[in-house]
């Protein structure tokens, strides 16, 4: 089966400017994630869909982040407008949706994003 | 919330030997322990996945234990070779996904 899919691989903008990266799940994964991986640390959940709904957003810079998952397949992550501090890779992964409880997740190969 | 730690943060062996990768949580009420491997420029591959009512799970030369009583999983990989250099994280699956910052290993040839 087809992986995630993530575009654009790469991105650099200036401060202050707006980024928007798209990601496509595996077809039939009901549950999608956007991660922030900033150089030497962990993924940072940001946001979590469930088929077009949102289980947590908790962890998004809602002032300046904003994601939809229109019809429950594919995914936009918006940044509007950049800090110096949002560079980073931005993670897409998804999974099925099992028991309630959530799956393996497959992530896609990041967008790699730099603020100047 | 949940805090998980994984140790070394970096780990440098020859080609052969057996190694241990650590990772630690402070909530035990957990889903699950997911480990991955992530290699430079690249996203995150599944390794393996153990649910909180499971104990151990192996594939090939990788094995997956988990004490949600001690807040610890071990990742433990056997014969190591140059082509296991790559970053391994753990996540702990709660109300969301709590990663790790990962362990860098480096084998030699």
Avoid: M
Avoid at chain 1, 64 to 86: C, H, M, N, W, Y
């Amino acid at each position: 089966e087809a992986g995630v899919a993530q575009s654009p691989r790469y991105k650099i903008i200036e401060k202050r400017q707006s980024v928007a990266f798209w990601c496509n799940p595996i077809s039939g994964h009901a549950t999608l994630y956007w991660y922030q991986q900033i150089l030497g640390q962990g993924p940072k959940l940001l946001i979590q869909f469930q088929n077009n709904g949102v289980v947590d957003d908790s962890q998004l810079p809602k002032d300046r982040f904003s994601a939809e998952r229109l019809k429950g397949v594919d995914s936009t992550l918006k940044i509007q407008p950049a800090k110096l501090e949002d560079s980073a890779v931005y993670l897409c992964a998804s999974s099925r949706l099992r028991g309630g409880f959530t799956d393996t997740q497959y992530f896609g190969p990041g967008t790699r994003l730099t603020v100047l | 919330k949940q805090e998980v730690t994984q140790i070394p943060a970096a780990l440098s062996v020859p080609e052969g030997e057996n190694l241990v990768l650590n990772c630690s949580f402070t909530d035990s009420a957990i889903y699950n322990l997911q480990w991955f491997r992530q290699d430079p420029g690249k996203g995150l591959t599944s390794l393996l996945l153990i649910q909180s009512s499971q104990r151990e799970q192996t594939s090939g030369r990788l094995n997956a234990s988990l004490d949600k009583s001690s807040g610890r999983s071990t990742l433990y990989i056997a014969a190591s070779q140059p082509g296991d250099s790559a970053t391994y994280l753990c996540a702990a699956t709660g109300n969301q996904f709590y990663f790790g910052t990962g362990t860098s290993l480096t084998v030699i040839p």
